[in-house]
């Protein structure tokens, strides 16, 4: 692997973790795509830094679990703009 993407992967692992951010979010603060944050993340990190790479699987495992919420609370602001409109 090049060491600019190992690099890479270890930044943006320490990014999520201090920011507690998003796939989505990492990816458009980086410039990358989701798909490249996301096997930074799950494939390339652990073979770098498992235990960095156990710390943002619980973060990402978070969020995936309030997905749902962020989804939902999304529409009521949608709804509620079109409304006042």
Same mark, same amino acid.
């Given at each position: +692997?090049?060491?600019?993407? !190992?690099?890479? @992967?270890?930044?943006? @692992?320490?990014?999520?973790?201090?920011?507690? &951010? &998003?796939?989505?979010?990492? @990816?458009?603060?980086?410039?990358?795509?989701?798909?490249?944050?996301?096997?930074?993340? &799950? !494939?390339?990190?652990?073979?770098?830094?498992?235990?960095? @790479?156990?710390?943002?699987?619980?973060?990402?495992?978070?969020?995936?679990?309030?997905?749902?919420?962020?989804?939902? +609370?999304?529409?009521?602001?949608?709804? !509620?703009?079109?409304?006042?409109?």
């Amino acid at each position: +692997m090049r060491s600019y993407i !190992e690099e890479r @992967a270890v930044i943006v @692992a320490k990014y999520i973790l201090e920011k507690n &951010t &998003t796939v989505r979010q990492t @990816a458009k603060t980086f410039g990358v795509s989701k798909s490249t944050i996301h096997k930074d993340v &799950t !494939e390339r990190l652990e073979e770098i830094n498992p235990s960095l @790479a156990l710390e943002v699987k619980r973060v990402l495992e978070k969020n995936k679990s309030e997905r749902h919420i962020r989804g939902g +609370m999304a529409t009521k602001l949608k709804y !509620e703009r079109e409304k006042k409109v």
